[in-house]
C-alpha cells in the first residue's frame, strides 16, 4: 500500500471516528474519552468536528510528506493500527446499542489483559 493511500486512510478513520463519537455520545451510549475533545463537544458538534478533522488531516499530511523516513513509516503503521482498534470500539457500541452485549464482555476481558500481565510478570 502506497503512501498515499495509507494517508487517505488514516484521514478516512479520523472522519469516521469523529462522526461515530458524535453520534454515540449524541444518544448517550458513550462520552469521549479525550477530556480536551470533550469539551468541544460539549460546545458543538461544529467545533469538535472541525477541530478533529484538521487535525486528522495534518497528521496524515504530515507522515505522507514525511513517508520517506523510518520515524513517519512506523508513525502511520501506529496511528492505523490505533484507528482500526478504535473502529472495533465504535463497533461494539453499535452492538451494544442494538441490544447484543457480548461484545461489552469481550472488550471488558481485553481491557483488563495488560494488567493481568502485568501481574503475571511481576
Given amino acids: 500500500m ?11 478513520l479520523n472522519w469516521l471516528d469523529a462522526q461515530l463519537t458524535v453520534i454515540w455520545v449524541r444518544a ?3 462520552t ?7 469539551r468541544l463537544l460539549k460546545l458543538g458538534d461544529a467545533q469538535f468536528l472541525g477541530t478533529k ?3 486528522g488531516a ?3 499530511y504530515v507522515l ?5 523516513l523510518p ?7 501506529l496511528a492505523l493500527a490505533v484507528y482500526f482498534a478504535i473502529m472495533l470500539v465504535h463497533l461494539a457500541t453499535g452492538m451494544s446499542a442494538l441490544g447484543w452485549h457480548a461484545p461489552e464482555t469481550i472488550v471488558a476481558s481485553l481491557s483488563r ?4 500481565l502485568v501481574a503475571l510478570l511481576s
Fill in 2 to 12: 502506497s503512501a498515499l493511500s495509507k494517508s487517505f486512510l488514516l484521514f478516512v
Fill in 32 to 38: 469521549e474519552g479525550n477530556g480536551l475533545m470533550s
Fill in 113 to 116: 489483559l495488560p494488567g493481568a
Fill in 28 to 30: 448517550n451510549l458513550a
Fill in 58 to 60: 495534518f497528521a496524515a
Fill in 71 to 77: 520515524l513517519a513509516r512506523r508513525g502511520m503503521k
Fill in 64 to 68: 505522507y510528506r514525511f513517508a520517506h
Fill in 53 to 55: 478533522i484538521l487535525i
